[in-house]
């Protein structure tokens, strides 16, 4: 059965205005950005990542130290996923230490809550924050782990069987997020 785009939800001008709300909303929440740390989960979470940085700098006027964070072997899938293949690996680069830090972890999509449970696995590994904060691009239900994001860019309630697409400048050449229905 053929995928079709079903609608665009999000444009680059929406998805620029919510990564804004978002640093705003992590300024607020942490009383500035003291002891914070942003972390992007590969691969489309690095990059939002680095956009919320890049947002969080210009108003605060100073750097907020970002790292990027590969949860491959952390996933509770990776037997059925990798049963053909050896998992690969991009490694997780996080340049200052996290114990004690605020870290927001970034992605770019929430769903099952099973990406953020291996990313929280891989980061306790790393070090231990006194707190970690989640921020979304969209958040479209259908939780299978008690997780909840801090900052939403967008709740897209979506069926099962519906896909969420996120293209990025980065990787994709332009930015937008589209539902795809089987």
């Known amino acids: 059965m053929a995928e079709t785009e079903k609608a665009v939800v999000l444009d680059n001008q929406a998805i620029r205005r919510a990564l804004t709300r978002i640093a705003h909303e992590i300024i607020e929440k942490n009383k500035g950005i003291e002891d914070c740390v942003i972390v992007g989960i590969k691969t489309r ?4 990542a680095k956009r919320i940085a890049s947002r969080i700098e210009q108003i ?3 750097k907020i ?4 964070i590969d949860i491959t072997l952390y996933r509770d899938d990776l037997t059925t996923k990798t049963a053909d293949r050896e998992p690969i ?3 997780s680069d996080i340049p200052v230490e996290i114990t004690n830090k605020k870290v927001i972890l970034v992605d770019d999509v929430l769903y099952t809550g099973r990406t953020v449970r291996a990313a929280l696995d891989a980061l306790i590994d790393i070090g231990r924050p006194a707190q970690i904060q989640l921020a979304v691009l969209i958040d479209r239900g259908h939780r299978e782990f008690p997780i909840r994001a ?3 860019g967008k709740n897209i309630p979506t069926a099962s ?3 969420i697409v996120v293209e ?3 990787i994709d050449k332009f930015d937008q997020v589209t539902i795809h229905k089987n």
Not at 45 to 48: R, V
Not at 65 to 68: K, L
């Open 168 to 170: 990025l400048e980065e």
């Open 150 to 152: 801090d900052y939403v």
């Open 161 to 163: 069987s519906e896909r």
């Open 89 to 91: 690996v991009k490694g």
């Open 65 to 68: 130290a970002i790292g990027e």
């Open 45 to 48: 979470g690095i990059y939002l």
């Open 60 to 62: 605060e006027g100073k």
